[in-house]
């Protein structure tokens, strides 16, 4: 049924699992579309309260598989990788029930930015996260419009715009990760631990909690960053990005 996700159902937690490995869990279509089924799966279960997206070996994802838009045939079909990521990003926003994204591992430019669209973010204290979408030819949709009012607006600009990492523990000091665990099994245990929390209050006040927290979230600005994204895709700077990370090389821009 799934080549690339793992569906795991544990004392009302539906768990989406990346098992991508091999790619360190890297966004290509046919793994975005399994990631997109299995959210639609366990949101449609009676038996799941709280869905969970973690991953599998020690990244929990290295962002857009950048070797799919280095083998496109055209612009368009470079910008349709993104356009996915984009609309993955949506759905999970759109997530009724409570979500929480547990970090296994580091998190590289879309998959740092999967984290603006869960609840709540658990994560191992190793992990790290690289918004690394600038260095090879795109933008990061989400991280200017809700970093600043977590991160600051002096903060976000240096993630965005450099390939310096936000560790976990720095990431939890100033409240965009709300627990850390000392190693997988441990984060599981904490994300257990949290749903059944969850799942001891009114059905009715967590679904308006929801309502609101995605409310701050969905503003004009964000929809402009995700058409940004696909814009960008399809220029000559991400083919040539994407060309160098398949030659194992720097990419080369004139500024």
């Not at 990346?18 to 990631?35: K, M």
């Not at 679904?207 to 814009?231: D, H, M, Y």
Request: no cysteine; proline share 4%; hydrophobic share 45%.
């Amino acid at each position: 049924m799934y080549r690339f996700v793992g569906v795991e159902v544990s004392d009302g937690v539906g768990w989406v699992v990346l098992r991508r490995v091999e790619r360190l869990n890297a966004l290509n279509s046919e793994f975005l579309e399994e990631v997109l089924r299995a959210l639609d799966e366990l949101e449609g279960r009676g038996d799941v309260r709280v869905i969970a997206v973690t991953g599998e070996g020690r990244v929990f994802s290295a962002g857009a598989d950048l070797s799919e838009v280095a083998s496109a045939g055209s612009p368009e079909e470079a910008g349709r990788l993104f356009a996915s990521i984009a609309r993955l990003a949506r759905r999970m926003l759109y997530v009724d029930k409570p979500l929480i994204l547990a970090l296994n591992g580091d998190a590289y430019g879309g998959g740092a930015e999967l984290i603006w669209a869960a609840d709540i973010v658990v994560s191992v204290e190793s992990a790290k996260l690289v918004w690394a979408e600038a260095r090879w030819g795109y933008n990061t949709p989400i991280l200017p419009v809700v970093g600043p009012s977590v991160l600051g607006p002096s903060r976000t600009a240096m993630l965005a715009m450099t390939l310096e990492p936000l560790t976990a523990k720095e990431a939890h000091h100033i409240g965009l990760i709300a627990r850390l665990a000392p190693d997988q099994k441990a984060l599981r245990e904490e994300v257990q631990r949290i749903a059944k929390s969850i799942m001891e209050n009114s059905p009715q006040a967590i679904k308006s909690i929801k309502r609101l927290l995605r409310l701050a979230k969905l503003t004009p600005l964000l929809e402009l960053g995700f058409s940004e994204l696909e814009r960008l895709a399809r220029g000559s700077e991400a083919r040539e990005a994407a060309r160098a990370f398949v030659e194992k090389r720097r990419p080369e821009y004139k500024w």
